[in-house]
């Protein structure tokens, strides 16, 4: 696989992120124009961006690994797949593409370039969901890679399908991406004062499922030899 430099890979990742949050925050400005039915808009705005996710996974993938999240750059980090003097980059180029993927979508809808949300997500539920919805992601990720690295953009793409109904917090599992909600006062925002908790359960779900599945991905037979090693 070709190796790509810094910048293209930080270009990468900020243009991934900027598709993504103009994808949630705008498909969401476009459910809630068409019905008023909260559940269909839910429906329209989940299938446009595990969709989206599928689309650039797969061409932006190979070039920065298409993280597109902070939490999955830290684990990675962490787990040796990208460099750490690497991840501040990483880090400041997904939140400003997620700032200007929430741009994007109030100028092709005719708002604001931003607005600071006013819709409370808040309190214990809403953030075990958002731990239960990044470990998750996490696992798939992980996972994903480990048995079946061409399949991963789907994977990925269908769990944040699924979690968006199966979390209370409809799955944001993306520190940048939450920022970035925050300043839209539409269908998808969040209150810029629930962030610190949603960014505190992110992470924490995140490192939970690294420390899991850096044991539970270890095959027996490995383990086996690295005991028989270490005897003799």
Do not use: C
């Amino acid at each position: 696989m070709a190796s790509y430099d810094l910048s293209r890979r930080l270009v990468a990742e900020a243009f991934g992120t900027a598709m993504l949050v103009a994808t949630v925050v705008g498909s969401g400005i476009m459910a809630t124009s068409l019905t008023e039915d909260a559940g269909l808009a839910l429906l329209g705005n989940t299938l446009a961006t595990g969709a989206m996710l599928v689309v650039l996974i797969t061409v932006l993938g190979p070039i920065s690994g298409a993280q597109f999240n902070p939490a999955v750059s830290l684990i990675f980090a962490m787990s040796g797949s990208l460099q750490k003097r690497d991840l501040g980059f990483y880090v400041l180029a997904q939140f400003a593409g997620g700032v200007a993927g929430t741009i994007s979508a109030h100028l092709m809808f005719g708002l604001s370039l931003l607005d600071l949300s006013s819709k409370v997500r808040t309190g214990g539920a809403q953030w075990f969901s958002e731990g239960i919805a990044t470990f998750g992601l996490v696992a798939v990720i992980l996972a994903g890679i480990r048995f079946e690295q061409k399949a991963v953009p789907w994977l990925v793409g269908l769990y944040i399908t699924a979690a968006y109904w199966f979390t209370a917090s409809t799955s944001f599992a993306n520190p940048a991406v939450a920022f970035a909600r925050s300043l839209t006062d539409t269908f998808s925002g969040i209150r810029p004062v629930d962030l610190p908790g949603f960014w505190l359960a992110e992470i924490s779900g995140a490192v939970a499922a690294l420390l899991l599945f850096n044991w539970l991905l270890q095959p027996a037979e490995t383990a086996s030899t690295l005991s028989s090693e270490a005897k003799s």
